[in-house]
T-cell receptor
Framework: AQSVTQLDSHVSVSEGTPVLLRCNYS??????LFWYVQHPNKGLQLLLK??????LVKGINGFEAEFKKSETSFHLTKPSAHMSDAAEYFC????????????FGKGTRLSVIA | DTEVTQTPKHLVMGMTNKKSLKCEQH?????MYWYKQKAKKPPELMFV???????INESVPSRFSPECPNSSLLNLHLHALQPEDSALYLC??????????????FGSGTRLTVV
């Protein structure tokens, strides 16, 4: 069975400092992993995805994540936070080759302080 | 066109009303999904359509009735809802169910309030 654990429910950083949002996964197969962002009262936007190619994945808005199989982790990072990064972030897993729908983590709320 | 469009954006309905939510995509995706999201929670899967056929119903109450009239459209018919059904309803699509490994494209959602 697949599952995903976001280790922090809330992360607060100062503008211009690095961002680290942590995610661990469990999967019976080789997983696909995603980070989605949701701004208040908006839908979900795909930030980046890992689908078995390069383990360091670059996404939009300067975010990146590294797939570490030995640690079953897929942490999201950004070198310098911007006020507009304040949002809810979801780590999501999909087993391959299955037909199972995406499984969401509980989310991490990122606050950016001026 | 790389969007999923949901209408209406906001909906207020009484407990005796009948209303419908609409979702449309023109990316040629053959899998479409309805999610319900309560405040400060992750989305919860409600229904999955694959090639216009219902393939997953996550034990959703019958007051929610999905419909997939064609490969581009997905509707969610609402009848006799309860106040606890108030939530953000999100539609998503993927290339097909196996293509879910490349992720879903989400719409902006319909904010539903039941009074």
């Amino acid at each position: 069975a697949q599952s995903v654990t976001q280790l922090d429910s809330h992360v607060s950083v100062s503008e211009g400092t690095p961002v680290l949002l942590r995610c661990n996964y469990s999967s019976s197969y080789s997983p696909s992993l995603f980070w989605y962002v949701q701004h208040p009262n908006k839908g979900l936007q795909l930030l980046l995805k890992y689908t078995s190619a390069a383990t360091l994945v670059k996404g939009i808005n300067g975010f990146e994540a590294e797939f570490k199989k030995s640690e079953t982790s897929f942490h999201l990072t950004k070198p310098s936070a911007h006020m507009s990064d304040a949002a809810e972030y979801f780590c999501v897993v999909s087993d391959r080759p299955g037909n199972t729908p995406l499984v969401f983590g509980k989310g991490t709320r990122l606050s950016v302080i001026a | 066109d790389t969007e999923v469009t949901q209408t209406p954006k906001h909906l207020v309905m009484g407990m005796t009303n009948k209303k419908s939510l609409k979702c449309e995509q023109h990316m040629g995706h053959r899998a479409m999904y309805w999610y319900k999201q309560k405040a400060k929670k992750p989305p919860e899967l409600m229904f999955v359509y694959s090639y216009e056929k219902l393939s997953i119903n996550e034990s959703v109450p019958s007051r929610f009735s999905p419909e997939c009239p064609n490969s581009s459209l997905l509707n969610l018919h609402l009848h006799a809802l309860q106040p606890e059904d108030s939530a953000l309803y999100l539609c998503a699509s993927s290339q097909d169910r196996k293509g879910a490994r490349y992720g879903y494209t989400f719409g902006s959602g319909t904010r539903l309030t039941v009074v």
